[in-house]
Every structure is written in C-alpha cells, then in structure tokens.
C-alpha cells in the first residue's frame, strides 16, 4: 500500500515558482514607480530652473534697462535739494540735501570692495566669465522664445543628472546641464540644437538595475526628499521681489520693463525741469 503521507521539509515547486513571480511583479511594479516619479521630478525641476532663469534674466535686464533712469533721478533729486538749499539757507533744507547726496554715495559693501566681482552667492556670473576667458553676454529679453523652450525641455528631459544613480555620471550630466542652461538663459536657439546633437553623440551612461525592492524604496525615497527641496526653492522665487514683479507681468515681462521704463524718463523729463526752473529763478 502507498504511503500518502508528505514530507512537511519538502518545498512545493509550484508555491516557490509563485513566490518568485509574485515578488518580481512587486519589484516590476516598484521600478515603475520609480520611473514615473522621476519623471514627474524632472518636469518639476525643469518649471523651477525655468522660472528661476526668467527671474535672472529679469532682474539683469531690470538693471541694465532702468539703472541709468534710476541714477538719475537721484541725481536730479540730489542737486534739486542742493539747489533748494542754496536758494533758501534754511537749516533744514540744507540737512535734506545732503541725505539726498549721501544716498547716491553709499558706503562701500563687501560686493563693491570686490569690483563686482562677487554677488549674494559668490563669484557673479560677470567674474565667472572673466576668470573662465568666456564673454559676457546679456539676455536679450526676459523669457526666451516658445522654441527655445521646447528646445530646452526636450534636452533636459534627456540628459538631466537625475536620471543617472552613479555619482560620476552625474557629475557629467551636471557640467553638461550647466551648458544647457547658459544656453537657454541667452535664448540662443542654435546652441540649444548643437547641444542636443552633442548629447545623442555621445556616451550613455548606464541605466540602473534596480536587484532588490530596498534599493527601489530608496530611490522614491530620495526623489520625495528631492521635491521637498525643490518645492522650497520655488516658494523662494516666488516670494521674491522679481518674482513677483514676473507674476504681475503675466505673459509680457519684457513689455512690462518697457512701461517701467517710459515712466522713469517721464519722472526724469519732470525733475529736470524742475531743476532747470529753480536754477532759473536763482
């Protein structure tokens, strides 16, 4: 007679080919996970750089298109004190025209001591260039072309360091970024597409083999920690003074430099006239 009885320190094939197929779908579901998350982190990270090298640009163009206006009018409103003062000899007239003439002669700051040369973060993008022999070059407006743009994202969506896990790949990918962003920054279109043809010529790094669902937990992990971080960066822009001033411009920030501009010149047409007439009746 055939003995039924099983032997309990025996494995069933089946359960352990089921086992095996359950945890690779786990881990297939996971590296999915991951893939859309760091999808969805670079299309972030790709709204903040942009956003954030509009407010650069913004603030440059901001100071290359109405710092004349500004310095003038303190000008002007210096020497109209000055020319008040003469007029009357009053005391107090007198005290306002110097605050107008020491608030046109600043203490020296520690970025001025420097020769410009260092900002709120260092080295200024003007020093950079200098000390790396390239050329200074202004934006040539505030937000760069709808091709730049489309140029750009389809670049970085390719080549940013977030996709890559090994550190000396992305050490590369953060050197060729910077270019990219340079490049956007300018709106220069051409350099855009000779960088993209740079990067489908050259090595690919590898992709991540994702052995074991720690390591998969991991990377989510780190991409949460690194919205967290980017989320903060953009509330900072946001916050910011030209930041603001980019929300208010809505879709024409260039156009908005220009009316802040006619405005100044008006202000400076008044206040020479101003003084030309307390000079006359001198």
């Not at 709120?120 to 390239?134: H, I, K, P």
């Not at 050197?175 to 350099?191: H, I, K, L, P, T």
Request: proline residues 5%; contains cysteine; negative net charge.
């Amino acid at each position: 007679m055939a003995d039924d009885t099983t032997d309990p320190t025996t494995t069933d094939p089946t359960s352990t080919d089921e086992a095996a197929a359950d945890e690779a779908a786990a881990t297939a579901r996971l590296e999915a996970a991951v893939r859309a998350a760091e999808g969805a982190l670079i299309e972030f990270e790709i709204a903040v750089e942009t956003f954030r090298i509009e407010v650069e640009n913004f603030s440059r163009l901001h100071e290359q298109r109405l710092g004349p206006y500004y310095s003038r009018l303190e000008e002007l409103d210096a020497q109209i004190a000055e020319a008040v003062a003469a007029r009357t000899g009053d005391p107090e007239d007198e005290r306002r025209a110097r605050e107008a003439r020491a608030a046109i002669m600043p203490m020296p700051q520690v970025a001025e001591l420097f020769q410009g040369w260092l900002d709120s973060e260092g080295f200024s993008q003007e020093a950079y260039a200098m000390l790396t022999q390239q050329p200074v070059q202004q934006p040539p407006r505030v937000r760069p072309s709808d091709e730049a743009r489309k140029l750009y994202r389809e670049l970085v969506r390719k080549c940013h360091p977030d996709l890559a896990v090994d550190q000396n790949e992305r050490d590369r990918r953060d050197v060729f970024v910077s270019r990219v962003n340079q490049a956007y920054a300018r709106g220069d279109e051409d350099a855009l597409r000779e960088l993209a043809d740079e990067w489908d010529r050259g090595p690919r790094g590898e992709e991540p083999a994702w052995e074991r669902q720690e390591e998969l937990y991991a990377r989510l992990e780190w991409l949460a920690q690194r919205k967290d971080l980017l989320a903060d960066a953009a509330a900072a822009l946001e916050d910011s003074a030209v930041g603001s001033m980019l929300r208010m411009a809505g879709d024409d920030p260039d156009g908005m430099l220009a009316e802040i501009a006619e405005g100044l010149r008006q202000r400076v047409v008044e206040r020479e006239a101003e003084l030309a007439r307390l000079r006359e009746s001198a």
